[in-house]
């Protein structure tokens, strides 16, 4: 295989691997912000369940002052009771008192059910506030998993462009400006293989003379369609001993 075509075959594997870090660590980020809108969507559902509870908590002294004044009323007319002289006047009071005590029994079924309510809201808010913990424990393992993967791809790209370094500086100054040039209108992938006649990058036949020429990978040859470097990687020899395969 040619020299240089080797060189360039071990600088896209190079280039593909800084490229795919450089986009995970351009994802940091929108990561980031993920974590932060799962950790507000679980304090919101714990606030909300908390207010609930207060708003019901509310409903119910609200109703018990209600219960207070009617009792007042009561106390007040059973008073009058005492001190009435005609049967009429009797009959008027024992009907604002027959209308106060239905009063306080529905206020006291409305406490009842603001009661049991709060029941369900009491377990609804323990229940966002334990998913709340829990997101908050998930979300700070994988910021540290995250912090992590970061410091390891920064470590590895440093590393990756020491290497390339004296890789570019080995290749035919005319070669790599060819690699250079396809990588930058190419999403940085210059080099394809060619196999069964194809590129298998933008999948376009290759000329018989072109493919033919490619398989030897003893010159610079480019895809006349996406104009991406060829190259050819020969199948491995068949093992010994192995059988014939099936026609």
């Known amino acids: 295989m040619n020299a240089d075509i080797e060189r360039l075959i071990a600088l896209q594997r190079l280039d593909s691997t800084v490229l795919d870090a450089q986009r995970r660590l351009s994802d940091e980020p929108g990561r980031l912000q993920a974590f932060d809108a799962r950790l507000e969507a679980a304090r919101a559902a714990s606030a909300s369940a908390k207010e609930r509870l207060g708003e019901n908590q509310t409903a119910r002294r609200a109703i018990e002052k209600d219960v207070a004044v009617q009792q007042g009323r009561l106390s007040k007319f059973r008073d009058q009771l005492m001190a009435v002289k005609t049967n009429i006047e009797y009959q008027a009071i024992q009907k604002e008192i027959e209308f106060a005590q239905k009063e306080v029994k529905a206020l006291e079924d409305g406490i009842l059910e603001r009661m049991l309510e709060a029941d369900e809201l009491t377990a609804a808010l323990k229940r ?18 995250l912090t992590s993967e970061l410091s390891e791809l920064k470590t590895t790209l440093d590393r990756l462009t020491k290497e390339r370094t004296p890789l570019v500086a080995s290749l035919n100054p005319k070669t790599f400006a060819i690699f250079d040039t396809v990588s930058k209108r190419r999403n940085g992938v210059a080099m394809a293989q060619a196999r069964d006649g194809i590129c298998t990058i933008c999948h376009v036949r ?42």
């Not at 072109?210 to 398989?215: A, D, E, G, I």
């Open 128 to 145: 966002a506030e334990s998913e709340l913990a829990a997101e908050q424990r998930a979300v700070d393992a994988e910021r540290r998993t």
């Open 206 to 247: 290759l000329r018989p003379q072109v493919y033919n020429t490619v398989l030897r990978n003893e010159e610079i040859l480019q895809c006349d369609h996406c104009n991406r470097i060829l190259y050819h990687i020969p199948a491995p020899p068949a093992a010994a001993g192995a059988p014939p395969p099936l026609s």
